[in-house]
Nanobody, 121 residues
Framework: QVQFVESGGGLVQPGGSLRLSCAIS????????MGWYRQAPGKQRELVAA???????NYLDSVKGRFTISRDNAKNTVHLQMNSLKPEDTAVYYC???????????????WGQGTQVTVSS
């Protein structure tokens, strides 16, 4: 009922930039909070950045000033601009969204399949 298409991951040198995108489609009545999480090998999944439907944002302390989350409500997409990347940013990045499906009276959280980001020289 809800499909996620993530793109933009890859290999980048330290100090470089990447832009992740996540397009959500399906029987969507409304999208609420959207976010990006990441999980490095041997570590727990952590919230990197989130944005509400009204545009309020919050960030993991270690990415503040380097990453920017944005959303396009007309296109049901969320982006993560990542600048000044560091090796410790290496992880699988997952898109996440709270979705209310058409015909449903409640919302639930859905996840994308993940995209690999590797920061290495």
């Amino acid at each position: 009922q809800v499909q996620f298409v993530e793109s933009g991951g890859g290999l980048v040198q330290p100090g470089g930039s990447l832009r992740l995108s996540c397009a959500i489609s399906g029987s969507i009545f409304r999208l609420y909070r959207m976010g990006w999480y990441r999980q490095a090998p041997g570590k727990q999944r952590e919230l990197v950045a989130a944005i509400t439907s009204g545009g309020s944002t919050n960030y993991l302390d270690s990415v503040k000033g380097r990453f920017t989350i944005s959303r396009d409500n007309a296109k049901n997409t969320v982006h993560l601009q990542m600048n000044s990347l560091k090796p410790e940013d290496t992880a699988v990045y997952y898109c996440n969204a709270e979705v209310r499906i058409t015909g449903s009276g409640t919302s639930r959280v859905y996840w994308g399949q993940g995209t690999q980001v590797t920061v290495s020289s």
